[in-house]
Structures are given as C-alpha cells and as structure tokens.
C-alpha cells in the first residue's frame, strides 16, 4: 500500500564494497509528512520535500555509501490521516525517520506512534512546545521554533521597546490558548500590562466586533493569538478599520514568511514577528535561497524548510557514526551527542529534551518603499541569542530530564 | 459615557451596526434559500458554493478583464446564475418526482465537486479582493468608525430583500410562480411554461447567492472554503424564519445578525453557535418556525 | 404520489439470499487479514457499523439524518476519554461511547422529531454542526489535538489488545453484534411498524400507533450504535479527533450507504468498504478525494439510486 506524494527516490547502488554500515531493509527511509494543499502548503508542503531532498545531496550520502530514499504525503491537517500515514508508512513501507509536520494536533499524534514503534521523528514545522516538555519522549527532536520561543521573543522584545499595553485576540481553541498564556505571562513579567482580551470562533471569518473591542481599549499592542488564515484576516480587516493607523501596533504570534506574502507589504507592514531563519541575513542563506526557489517555482524558503534541512543533515551525520537506523532511540542518542553544525544554522546542539538549540530573531515587516523586491520583507529588530531563546530545561516539565 | 450591562453603549452601539452587516449576508442567503425552496420544494445545498463562486467570478473579473466591482455586482450573479441553469437542466430536473431528499443529496454532491475543485485550483489560504475606491475610507461616527464599504453593504442587501420580495407577492410574475408552486398542472394549463419558470427560479436563487458573494469578497477572504460553514448557518436561519416565507428569510436573517453580533460582545466564545441554540429554542415551542406556515 | 426513498420491503420472512450474504461476508472477515493490512479492515467495520446505523433509519423509517456524525464523534470522545484518564477497560469504554450516542440521540431526537423529511435533514445537521463548534473549545475533548494516546487497554481486564489479532477479533465481534441487532429490529414486529409509518405515516396513526415514540425509539437505536461505531473506532485507532464530528464527516456515512444500497441489510457494509479503501488508495491525491466523492454523489443520486447490493438484489431478484 503505497501512499507518496511526488516521490522522490534517490535510489543510490551500493557501490562501495567495504561499507559496514547495516541499514534497516539495506535503505535508509525519509518521510517527510506536511500540508501538502492547504493553509500550510507553501511555508512547508512539496518544499520540504525538497530541503530533504538538498540535505540529502550536500551531505554526499551516495559517496559514503548510504543508500537513501525520501517519501512525502500530505496529512492535510488532520490527526487523524496523520496517524494513519505514520502507521501506515512504519507498518508496511519501512520508513524510518519521519520529518515536519506542522499543526501541532497532528505532531503530537505522530510523536506517540513513533515512540511506540520505535522510529524518529524531526519535528520541523509544528509550534506546540508540549514536545520538549509533558510530551517529550526519546525519540523525537523539535527543530527550528515553538510557542515558548515565539511568545518569548516577541513579547518580551516588544514590550522592552516600549510596547507595554497588550489587548489579545485569541483564537478560541486550545493552540490559540497556549501562545496566550504563554505571551501574557511574558509581556507581565517583563513590567507589561494585559489591558484585555477577546477570544474568537475558530475557526473566524469575521473579526470586525474583536477588532472594535481591541480598538476601544486603547491599548498598545494588538496581539493576535491565532495562526494560518485567522491570522491574515485579522491583519486585513484591522487595516480596514484603521488601526494601525489609529496609532496602535499589531503583533503576530504566530506568522511566517509566507503570510507576509499573502497579505502584501502595503498591508503587513509594521507588523512584528518571531522567527528562526531567514534566507537574507547571510550569505550561505542567500545561496540555499537561489538554489532551493529554483526548484520550487520561485517560492522562497521558510523557516521551516531550513529546520527540515538542518535536521535531515544531522541525522545523516548520526546515523554515519551509528551505522545503524534500526534503533530509534539509539539513534536520537547520538543525534543529542554530536553536536550540530550546518550552512543554514551553524553551530548549535540538541538538548537532553530533544530541544534544538539556535538563536532566534525579531523581525519587523518592511514598509512597501524599503523593499528591493519580491520576498526582501524582514529587517532585523533584535538577535535572541541561543542560550535565552527557549525555555529553560528545568520549566519544560520533561521526564527525560533528571532533576 | 453610559453603561449596559458593563459594556460601554458606545462600543454596544458599534457591535449593533456590525450585528446588522452581518444580517445582511444571512438575509441574502437565506432569501435565496428560502426562493428556491419555497419556489420549488427544493434545499439547494449548492448555495455555499455558488456565493463562493461569485466571489471568484468577481475576483476573475477584475484581475483577468480588468472589470470592477460595480460591473462584477451585475455581471457575477448573472455568470454564476447561468450555472445554476445548468444544473438545473441536466440535474435537478430529473429528480422531481422523487422524494425531496434526493435533491438535498444531488447538490450536496454538487457542492463538494465545486468546492474540491476550486480547492485544488486555487489552494485555501485565499486570495485578495479590495475595496472598491469610491468606498474606500469611513465615517467616524462618533460611537465607532465606520468603513463605507460595511454600510453600503447593509443598504444596499435591504434594497435587494425588499425588492424580492415585492416581486414574489407583489407582482404579477410572482403570482404565477406561487401559483405553479401549488398546483404546476392547472398553471401549465393556462398556457404558462412551468419549466422554464421553475428553471429562472432557481437561477434567480442561485443569482442572490452570487451577489452575496460578490459584497463579501472585498471584506472576507475570497476562498473556496468561504461557502461550506456559512451555508450550515443559513440553514439554521432558515428553519428558524420558517421555510417558504420570503419575509420570514428576510427579518430573521437580519435580527439573528443583530443578536450574533450582541452575543460577540457579552459572550463572545458562544457567536459561533447562538444561532443553533436559538433554532433548538424556536423549534420546541414553534415546530414551522418563526414565520412559517404549519408543516 | 411521490416515489419512495428507497424501494418498498414487503416480505417479512427472513430470506436463504440474506442467509447466504451473511456467511459470505464472515468468511471474508476472517480471510481478510491475510492480505489487507488489518488496521485498514477494523476501520471499515466501524464505519459499516455506523452506516448500518444510520441505514436504519434512512432505509426502514424514511428519516435522513444529516448529523449522523455528531453521535459516532461524541461517543468516539467519551470512548477516549474515560479510557485514557479513567482507565475504563475498552469495553467499558465502548460501552459508556454507545451510552453517550443514545443520550444525545434522545435529546436530539425530541427536538428533531417533529418534524419530517427536509427539515428533519436540516435540523439534524444544524445540531450536529452546533455541538461540532462545543467540541472545538470543550476542553475535555482537547480541541484540535483531539484525544490522542488512547490506550487499547485489556479487554475484560484480561486480554492485551494491543495484539493486532485480539484487537481484530474483537471489533469484528462488536460489528457482527450490531449488524445482527439491526438485523433482528427490521425482522421484528416493531420493524414493521417503523416501515408502515415510512409507507403511510398518517395511515398508521389512524391505526393507532403512537408514530413519534416509534421514530424516537428508532432514533436513540441508531445514534446508540452509531456511538457503539465511533466508541470501537476511538480504541482501535487511539484517537478521538475534530473529524469525527465534522459534518463532511456526516456526508460520508450518508454516501457510504448511498453507494452500498440504502434500504438493504448488506448494503451499508459494502458502501463503507469501497468508500473507505477508496480514500486509502487516493490518499495520495489529498484534495481530489473529496471531488471524486461528490461526482460519486452525483452519479448515485441520478442514476444508481439503488446502489451496489440494490443492484445486485434487482439484477437477481432476490433480497439483500
């Protein structure tokens, strides 16, 4: 039963006579599991597909003997095809790593499925940071960014630049919740205020009655505790009303590249957000950019697709000095062993909790006249050094961690 | 400034006239509901779509022939009522005879086709649609900022229901539908052509729902998805009005825009489903509804 | 007079066809697992469970009830949740999930009741879709996350189903026992009511009978399997998701037996299999599946009305 979207097989013959290295079934299988066609299609989706695909080829695996085949499918957001895919994939298709999954319900499914089996899994693109924490299990690493991260940066960053007001619109479901309580508890201890909040329908379409809420209570920042669509409509329709304009700031938790994309700079502009990457604030990221929207229909690489690189990279690199794939744990091991280096991130570690650890960065969105074209939408407000970007170790409340 | 209930009677004031802009967009779908129904005995299920697809057919107008709002609000509903024609030649028609709820499940089918469809071609994050200039801007008056656009939405959608409904009661035209409604045979029999009235109905329904989307592309997101939950609430507004009362539709689509629009103010985790909470209410004590005639 | 929904059941005997129908498909249950992935054949019999349900109602009292999910997706929360936090036994858990789908039915039932045909369609979906929007923020059922990690637990406290085999058993046990439940209502006296009052429901009550108590009746019946449906599912697969209760997930019980034959005994069983392994082999093209259901809609409605088994009985001229 075989279920792969734009499959990829990077078929390599197993040239070199002296290697030792025994892989589960002679192969060594990717899944790269994502939002293929919906809200979450272009900031990961076909495109992790191909950082997997990158990853692959820059670390050289078919020189060192490495057979490796990468599958993709599309668990369109819901926990329950998710699950089905993961079952399905280790069950029958042998796979042995799965990596992404953005929609953290979906990534917390397969973080059960795949300590159960015994696999590992790379989380990329979903935020829920219950991954390092309650629900931390051997075998999974969180790559690339989560809601501790997001909440800390942007809250704690707006409010020391004088952002000290905060109304939230709060996407009435549990993720909508977590990022803000965990927010609130950041623009509070830095001496902010939380002058009030609203929590929407979610899913929304009509944010009009929230807005005017916001509006009336004069505060600050509007921060908008809700993702995808929700929050691209709660960005429009505030420009409609004029409330940026009326002198007060809109803060996304939760936003990538690609929203901005979406919305236009004439509309996103002003806006502050949290991120791990972005492809223009070095040269080797320039490079991977160029490379990478070559092959993805001129769409620039997100954050996540870079998190989907740097971590295929490292398993590589784990699984050359283990010379095994076929123990997950024992794998995830050795990935928190070494310590990580690639062009996209540099130099960083995986935590005892399977936490990754990299610096993080404030942007704010360009205005339409600073920008030199398509995707230059970011300048840099602040650098979260490595050591203060995620949550401590001791707060996550992981039982890997020895106290 | 004076308090209601906590609430601010300026803020209280803004979310009245949000309330009544949202009742537009019930009022004008659950009119056309309420026509094809009424009409016909059919439940158009497709509704959602076909306000989906006038949004798109505006938003094709203006970024493919560079044609603007004001000709998409004529040119939308007609394009998708054309449509409707069709379906209703090569589907609907064949299924009269049956038990109604084949009808429900036909444009339930329907609706999923185009919905699927226009989700593959166009993905789900949506696509932008602004605000015509001459509407651009608000009126600050004094209680909330209104946005032109919002309140030419509500005049305009009142202007739309009240002629509808002059029409169907008022007119000679509306006396024959009503009439080959009741008794299609001893209409037929005075020379009327019953099916091509029948198929105008519900292209005229189906053109309602396009106007409605239409006035809603420049302010929700133009996506394919835009139609599938609203048409539930519609629904729900329909069975509380009374199915088969055009005025029925009408007042109950703007009060439950109203009390929608209060219920985001005083508890706004509950605006998603007041609506259905009202229609339990209205069926235990009312079983035909607030306007309608008894089943 | 309009034609009926679905082709008129008059012969009340219990035939050698359906006899012959019923232990081919226990054979195939039992053959089965040899060459279908087995998580994939415990899925199809929970939905076949469910579409028998819901076919009880559509196909032998004349009642489409468009929110069928709402009682296969709340039973599948409760299912999950007194299994994961309580550690109820699975059949505990299957149990309190059938307990939750008839008192919602109930409730649902006594509103919905009154009225028939089209509007009953639109209530109960309004309903379903109404306690769809209180599963999304209730936090027992933890919202998007769903409730994940469901264990399989020891049935009766003795027997581990997270062996695949005993897991299986099992759940063809639990399908086998609705599907003879259901059997036994329509081959009953009080089935025959329930269709009397689908033929002629005014001719029924000049004849005496009481007809809403009898649809009330045949309501809670169905939503409670319904539930036993999405109770079983929430322990085979571990999770208790929004799905469940979304009303795409209503329309796909109504096409399941749609496809399979309303009306008939066998039809909701094959309805839910080629549905079901039709959305495991399109998985790949995501979004299409969802076209390709419509058409099949579409094509039904029109031209197949009878369906698979329909089909196949009319072709045969026996009863299925």
Known sequence: ?403 | MIEIFGVPSQALFGQLLLGLINGSFYALLSLGLAVIFGLLNIINFTHGAQYMMGAFAAFFLLNYFGLNYWFALVLAPVIVAATGVVIERLFLRHLYHLDHLYGLLLTFGLALIIQGLFRNQFGSSGLPYPIPDSLRGGQNLGFMFLPNYRGWVVIFSLAVCIATWFVIERTRLGAYLRAATENPALVRAFGINVPRMITLTYAFGVGLAALAGVMAAPIYNVNPLMGADLIIVVFAVVVIGGMGSIMGAIVTGFTLGIVEGLTKVFFPEASNTVIFVIMVIVLLLRPAGLFGRAA | MKQGVIRADLMPVQSRSEMIGFVLMLVFLLAAPAFIYPVLLMKVLCFALFACAFNLLIGYVGLLSFGHALYFGWASYVSAYVAKTWGFTPELAIIAGTLAGAGLGLIAGLVAIRRQGIYFAMITLALAQMMYFFAVQAPFTGGEDGIQAVPRGKLFGLIDLSSQTAMYLTVVGIFLGGFLLIYRIIHSPFGEVLKAIRENEARAISLGYKTDRYKLLAFVLSTALAGTAGATKAIVLQLASLTDVHWTMSGEVVLMTLVGGLGTVFGPVVGAFVIITMQNELAQFGQWVQVIQGVIFVICVLLFRRGIVGEIAALLRIRL
């Open chain 1, 1 to 403: 039963m075989k279920r792969f979207i734009g499959f990829t097989a990077l078929a390599v013959a197993l040239s070199c006579a002296t290697a030792q290295a025994q892989w589960s079934d002679g192969v060594i299988k990717i899944g790269v599991m994502n939002d293929m066609s919906g809200t979450y299609a272009d900031l990961s989706g076909p495109g992790s597909v191909l950082a997997a695909r990158m990853a692959v080829e820059d670390f050289g695996a078919e020189k060192k003997g490495m057979k490796v085949e990468i599958v993709g499918a599309d668990h369109q957001n819901k926990p329950d095809i998710g699950s089905n895919v993961v079952r399905t994939w280790i069950d029958v298709d042998k796979v042995d790593v799965i990596v992404d999954v953005p929609t953290s319900s979906v990534a917390l499914a397969v973080n059960q499925i795949v300590k159960d089996k015994n696999k590992v899994f790379l989380v990329s693109g979903a935020a829920a940071s219950d991954l390092t924490g309650k629900a931390c299990t051997p075998n999974t690493i969180h790559w690339t960014y989560d809601t501790w991260a997001l909440a800390n940066g942007t809250g704690n960053a707006i409010v020391k630049t004088g952002g000290d007001s905060w109304f939230f619109l709060t996407a009435d479901y549990a993720f909508g919740h977590a990022l803000e309580r965990d927010t609130a508890a950041v623009v509070e201890k830095n001496g902010g205020k939380v002058v009030g909040k609203v929590r929407h329908p979610f899913p929304g379409t009509d944010f009009s009655s929230f807005l005017l809420q916001a509006q009336t209570s004069k505060a600050k920042i509007i921060g908008l505790a809700n993702a995808g669509s929700d929050t691209i409509n709660s960005i429009k329709q505030a420009s409609e009303f004029g409330i940026v304009q009326g002198g007060q700031n809109l803060a996304a938790l939760l936003a990538f590249i690609t929203d901005v994309h979406a919305l236009g700079l004439k509309t996103a502009q002003g806006l502050i957000m949290t991120e791990a990457w972005y492809w223009d604030l070095n040269d080797a990221n320039r490079e991977f950019a160029k490379k990478f929207s070559a092959q993805n229909k001129g769409v620039y690489p997100s954050m996540v697709h870079a998190g989907v690189y740097s971590a295929v990279t490292h398993y590589l690199k784990a699984l050359e000095a283990l010379k095994s794939d076929a123990d997950g744990a024992a794998v995830v091991k050795k990935m928190k062993e070494i310590p990580t280096e690639d062009k996209l991130f540099g130099k960083g570690e995986v935590r005892a909790d399977g936490r990754k650890i990299h610096p993080m960065y404030l942007f704010e969105v360009k205005k339409p006249e600073e920008s030199k074209g398509a995707w230059d939408y970011y300048k840099v407000r602040a650098t979260i050094p490595a050591d203060q970007a995620f949550r401590p170790l001791k707060d996550g409340g992981c039982p890997l961690v020895s106290n």
